[in-house]
């Protein structure tokens, strides 16, 4: 009976609280009514022309998750790139608050974390340099979905010996797979945005706060850390839904995208290196039909021949493929 109780007062510890809401100086602080014996300062960093409403659910599912392993999470959307001096502090940048996020200089910090960013080294030598020295950890999460930054790119590039976590995740889902007033100006396309994205935001959650436990632990394994090991092993084909959005995927090592044209009954697909190589040869093994070769990537877009039409970018490795039949 006393370990019945014992169990009902935990879980009344655990799940019986509030998570308050509240302003100060423009930004959203969030934070529980129980305390725990391990206390975290969180600063959001959003992304460009994001509204700070739009990180309250993933805010308030760190905090849930904290609580469950003794961590009492405060959390501040911030307003700007501005946060205060203070201990147990960690810094969460999204997209362009990721880039923001590696400028900032203080060593006040417990360790820094990006989402949908890229790591430092692919800032250098270009306009957004950083020059940063201060040796802070540092965690870049990237989506296997993500329709703005190629997962690939940050773990071919590990130069600061920075910890970097893959997820089956977008680039939006955090905030809900809402799209900001920029990308949609750009015509910028994250993937997966019909999907429902809590499990997506869960998954970034659980790399979060098992990443907080690494800190004090290293023997805490981060989350998706055998999957970020195991994902450039194999090259995985994404069907993309819209036209637009197609035009403007890139191919690389780990990511080949398919367009299915209903209308037109034709598939599209662009690929890169070994793969495009392994799927020419498997289509002039299976088909004996004359192949096109187009000179540039809109002769091959608007071609109407019945047949397949390839065109090749060299300069990238990348293999262009439209077949005159659907593929699923």
């Known amino acids: 009976m006393k370990i019945y109780y014992l169990i009902l007062i935990n879980l009344y510890l655990v799940y019986c609280y509030n998570i308050n809401t509240y302003y100060i100086n423009k930004n959203i602080n969030l934070n529980a009514d129980i305390k725990k014996n391990n206390n975290i300062n969180f600063f959001i960093w959003k992304g460009s022309s994001v509204p700070s409403k739009n990180y309250i659910e993933f805010s308030k599912g760190i905090i849930k998750k904290g609580l469950k392993h003794n961590l009492n999470i405060n ?102 797979n809402k799209k900001s007033l920029i990308s949609t100006l750009l015509c910028m396309y994250d993937n997966k945005l019909k999907e429902d994205y809590k499990t997506m935001m869960n998954e970034v959650i659980n790399i979060v706060v098992s990443y907080i436990l690494h800190l004090n632990n290293s023997s805490v394994n981060i989350h998706n850390t055998k999957y970020t090991k195991n994902i450039l092993k194999s090259n995985n084909i994404y069907e993309i839904e819209g036209y637009r959005h197609f035009l403007r995927t890139k191919p690389d090592i780990c990511k080949s995208y398919m367009y299915i044209d209903n209308r037109r009954g034709n598939t599209y697909i662009k690929t890169c290196e070994l793969f495009g190589d392994m799927l020419l040869d498997l289509l002039i093994y299976k088909y004996n039909k004359k192949f096109k070769i187009a000179k540039t990537s809109l002769e091959w877009l608007i071609n109407n021949d019945n047949e397949i039409v390839l065109f090749i970018y060299e300069k990238k490795n990348f293999t262009y493929f439209k077949l005159p039949y659907i593929i699923k």
Do not use: Q, W
């Open 75 to 176: 959390i501040t959307i911030c307003n700007n790139y501005k946060i205060p001096e203070l201990n147990n502090s960690i810094l969460f940048g999204h997209s362009s608050g990721g880039y923001h996020s590696l400028k900032y200089d203080k060593n006040n910090l417990m360790a820094k974390i990006t989402y949908g960013s890229l790591a430092k080294k692919e800032y250098e030598n270009t306009i957004f340099e950083i020059n940063n020295n201060i040796n802070t950890k540092t965690l870049h999460i990237v989506g296997e979905y993500d329709g703005y930054v190629s997962y690939v790119t940050l773990l071919n590039n590990n130069k600061n010996n920075d910890k970097f976590i893959c997820s089956r995740t977008n680039h939006l889902c955090i905030v809900e």
